[in-house]
């Protein structure tokens, strides 16, 4: 593929393959974006034709073919992480029949200034809530509203999500190396939110620096599953997290 991202299905299958292989038993998400060749509702197409099939995949509902691609992926056994980034977004996703039978909802926050973003997050539950839309609920930021959301999601009780795929900055405002420092940095948020020490072994850093963007269940340890609180239909060992994948091509690149 080039170095592009791809949902062919040699490409999804060796990348898949690969962080199998690497950390075996890890949930394996994969982005179905819009803008993934070959674009549009024809990368339906591919997706369709998976005989590798991830754990999970993202859908953004603000996408045109949202709702089609939330039924294709559920026809194929696969689960779905349902991204919201508006209200808008959460009234298509409650009006699919489907909705209920997902995996998690993802609120994304893009608006910049976080009492803006703040106010699409308050709408989004409460659309949700008033559907009974009782799936988990992950909440993140991006860039310079990334830690404000990740601090909001602990008050909120929410699961939250940080990587480099939605900011390079510490708290401090430093660079970050990778995302293994990330995720120190939110360890250390977590422990002055609720007073605990979640252990992060070896293992969960290196599940972080594989990860685009890693999901950590704040009433949880950081190294263990996002099992109890997002369920999922298959196993997952002691240690593992969620590994969210852009797939471009060539997993050894």
């Given at each position: ?33 819009w803008w ?12 369709r ?5 991830p ?28 991204g919201?980034w ?11 029949p489907?909705?209920g039978?997902?995996l998690?909802?993802l609120?994304?926050?893009?608006e910049?200034?976080?009492s803006?973003?703040?106010?699409a997050v308050?709408?989004i ?19 310079n ?9 602990l008050?909120?009780?929410?699961d939250?999500?940080i ?29 002055e939110n ?14 972080a ?8 269940p704040?009433r ?21 997290c969620?590994?969210h ?9």
């Amino acid at each position: 593929a080039a170095g592009r991202e791809s949902l062919h299905p040699d490409d999804t299958a060796r990348a898949i393959e690969a962080i199998r292989a690497s950390v075996p038993g890890i949930a394996v998400g994969v982005s179905t974006g819009w803008w993934i060749a070959p674009r549009g509702r024809a990368r339906q197409q591919q997706i369709r034709a998976w005989q590798v099939l991830p754990d999970y995949v993202s859908i953004n509902l603000i996408e045109e073919d949202a709702t089609e691609v939330i039924d294709l992926v559920l026809e194929k056994g696969i689960g779905v992480e349902a991204g919201l980034w508006s209200a808008a977004d959460a009234e298509k996703f409650v009006a699919n029949p489907n909705a209920g039978n997902c995996l998690r909802v993802l609120i994304e926050i893009n608006e910049k200034e976080f009492s803006v973003g703040a106010e699409a997050v308050r709408q989004i539950m409460e659309i949700l809530d008033r559907a009974d839309i009782r799936l988990p609920r992950l909440l993140h930021g991006l860039e310079n509203t990334m830690w404000p959301f990740y601090r909001e999601a602990l008050r909120l009780g929410l699961d939250a999500r940080i990587g480099l795929e939605d900011g390079k900055l510490l708290p401090s405002g430093a660079e970050a190396a990778g995302n293994a420092d990330l995720i120190r940095a939110a360890r250390a948020l977590n422990h002055e939110n609720t007073g605990s020490e979640p252990m992060l072994t070896r293992r969960g850093i290196l599940l972080a620096s594989i990860a685009a963007g890693v999901t950590m269940p704040n009433r949880t340890a950081y190294a263990k599953a996002s099992q109890p609180s997002t369920p999922v239909n298959f196993d997952v060992p002691a240690g593992a997290c969620d590994c969210h994948t852009h797939i471009h091509g060539d997993p050894e690149k």
